[in-house]
């Protein structure tokens, strides 16, 4: 058993749970017609995301490891808390951006450290997230297109 992907697997999941609370919250803070498709996009992402912690988290059960508690947690998504100005759209845009290229690169990683632990079930594991965090990322990364167009 490798530390470095129990390691990887736990912030990963911390990381996922931080997402789910600021998505959560920016689907709920946001104001305006214009938020409303983004309030929409995040509510389905955090049901992804949460789906992510509980696998992360059944991986870590099989490595005879487990997923930390609140009291282990540390915040770092500075650029997605919710803006003083509750229409402000492109902020929450850039700030799911951060998360999710932060995200990618934290698989990215497991999936090398996977491998290089010869643990192939986590490998895919990383390799199927990675996938869903790409998509939420391209996603975004077209929003913030329109909003920079208007
Ligand atoms: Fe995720
Ligand atoms: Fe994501």
Known sequence: MSEEVIGLLR?????????????????????????????????????????????????LKQLDARPPGSAEFTANQDSLQPPEDSTDVLSVIDGVIDAEEDAIATYRDLIDAAEEANDPVTEDLAVTILSDEEAHRTEFKGYRKEYKRE
């Open 11 to 59: 912030t990963a999941y911390s990381d996922e749970i931080e997402t789910v609370m600021n998505y959560q919250t920016n689907a709920i803070v946001l104001d305006g017609v214009r938020a409303e498709e983004i309030k929409e996009s995040l509510q389905t992402d955090i049901q992804e995301e949460l789906t992510h912690a509980e696998q992360l988290g059944n991986r």
